[in-house]
């Protein structure tokens, strides 16, 4: 097979993201209940407990803590922070949702040219945080050459040259 340029490990998808947890029955029912994933067989060799799932063509592997007192414990939502980003049909019906289920969340907005993303924040059992957007709005355009190596600075002067886009609205 030729080496595709930019893909050297000749990578073909995102696989699974492993979580550490405190409780792994409460993020199955987290990540069943609320995201949509369907647990899935597991290997019965491994000498751990923990549970896998799959939905939307990636899987999300829990494993339990051996120490969960001692998993740091994330309450303030910070769209900055580490996360997995879905996208959706309809960014009403996930919020309404979300508010139905009791689960607090942070809401924002990213403009671009004219087009609009908006986007949710909200934490799972143990503090990892999801993101639920309708990122698809936004076109991606591949960066070449220097145009790559330079646009976090080039973003940063945009930045200080305009305001901010991002509007954040914590809902409980």
């Known amino acids: 097979?030729?080496?595709?340029?930019?893909?050297?490990?000749?990578?073909?998808?995102?696989?699974?993201?492993?979580?550490?947890?405190?409780?792994?029955?409460?993020?199955?029912?987290?990540y069943q209940n609320v995201l949509g994933f369907l647990p899935i067989r597991r290997p019965g060799s491994f000498d751990f407990d923990g549970a896998w799932l799959f939905g939307f063509e990636i899987g999300i592997h829990l494993l339990q803590a051996t120490e969960p007192e001692k998993l740091p414990k994330k309450t303030k939502i910070n769209p900055k922070d580490n996360h997995i980003s879905f996208q959706c049909e309809s960014m009403g019906a996930v919020e309404k949702k979300l508010e139905e289920?009791?689960?607090?969340?942070?809401?924002?907005?990213?403009?671009?040219?004219?087009?609009?993303?908006?986007?949710?924040?909200?934490h799972d059992p143990d503090g990892f945080m999801i993101e639920i957007c309708n990122c698809d709005n936004l076109p991606v355009v591949p960066l070449v050459g220097e145009m790559a190596r330079s646009c976090s600075r080039l973003n940063l002067q945009l930045l200080q040259h305009s305001q901010s886009k991002i509007t954040p609205v914590i809902q409980q």
């Open 1 to 30: 097979m030729k080496e595709i340029r930019g893909n050297p490990l000749r990578l073909k998808s995102l696989n699974h993201i492993s979580l550490l947890c405190r409780s792994v029955e409460q993020s199955i029912d987290f």
């Open 101 to 122: 289920m009791g689960i607090e969340h942070l809401r924002a907005r990213v403009e671009e040219g004219g087009i609009y993303v908006d986007q949710l924040f909200f």
